[in-house]
Structure formats: structure tokens, C-alpha cells
């Protein structure tokens, strides 16, 4: 493409010329045409996600939102150490903060005597806590939702 201001060649999409800052006319610059999509018959329509089994899932901290920690073990730990189970490295994170242990009654959370406590709704806990659908999980500066 040829800037119509002072004749230097740009290349194609540019909307301002780099020699003399002068702006392509629209028409001059190069569009996208129509994207063709493939479909494949095969593959399942979107919709519900799949249940996965319980999991811990970052609702709120930083570039970690929406990370997915699944609760696999009977015991599953919760700490800044690399060893952790959820590793959450921040220092409002205790080493080993706390766990969520699986039980007949379901899933609990139990600090371990961290600095900074564990927390289920925004409330601070003491002892055992059931864990219920939805239940915000609190440890440090982040914030986890409970998926059965």
C-alpha cells in the first residue's frame, strides 16, 4: 500500500503512515474478510460442565482466579509450601495453613494453626468446619469456593 500523503510504501492494515504520521484512508487499508467455521457433527453441543468430584476452585487472587484444585485424597493439604496440595504462595499463607479432610459426613476444613487463621463464609473457624456447596474457603488473601 502506497501512503497517499507522501507516497511511502506501508504495508497492508496500517492506519497511520510510519514516515510522515499522515492517516490511510480506511479504504485504503486492508479488512478482514468473512471467517468460515468449521463444524465438526461429532463433538458435543456446549453446555454444563462435567462434575469432576469435589474440588476447591479460586474465586478470588490476583492471576489465579478460576484455578482448579480437585480434592482427590482423603486428606488434602492447603499451604505456601511447594509440598502443599493447593500451593498458594503468598506470605498471608502459612506454610502448612490447613487441610480439607474427606469425612462420612463430608468435607471439612480444619486449620492447622496458621498466623493468619482460615476462614468459611468470612467467618473465622475454630475447629472442624463442614464444608457446603458454594462455601467460600478463606485462607490468606485468597479466596476459594467449595464445588462438591
Do not use: W
Not at 495453613?97 to 496458621?114: F, M, P
Not at 472442624?128 to 488473601?141: R, S
Amino acid at each position: 500500500m502506497i501512503c497517499p500523503s507522501c507516497g511511502a510504501e506501508r504495508p497492508d492494515g496500517d492506519r497511520f503512515c510510519g514516515a510522515c504520521g499522515a492517516p490511510i484512508p480506511a479504504a485504503a487499508t486492508q479488512a478482514t474478510g468473512p471467517i468460515d467455521t468449521v463444524t465438526d457433527p461429532g463433538l458435543t453441543p456446549p453446555g454444563a460442565m462435567p462434575r469432576l468430584g469435589p474440588a476447591l476452585a479460586v474465586r478470588i487472587a490476583g492471576g489465579r482466579t478460576g484455578e482448579f484444585f480437585p480434592l482427590t485424597s482423603a486428606i488434602t493439604t492447603i499451604g505456601r509450601s511447594p509440598d502443599s496440595d493447593v500451593f498458594l504462595d503468598d506470605i498471608t499463607v502459612s506454610r502448612n495453613h490447613a487441610e480439607v479432610r474427606e469425612t462420612t459426613a463430608g468435607h471439612v476444613l480444619v486449620d492447622l494453626g496458621s498466623t493468619n487463621g482460615s476462614y468459611v463464609n468470612r467467618r473465622l473457624i475454630d475447629g472442624d468446619e463442614l464444608l457446603a456447596e458454594g462455601d467460600e474457603v478463606q485462607v490468606g488473601k485468597f479466596r476459594l469456593v467449595f464445588v462438591p
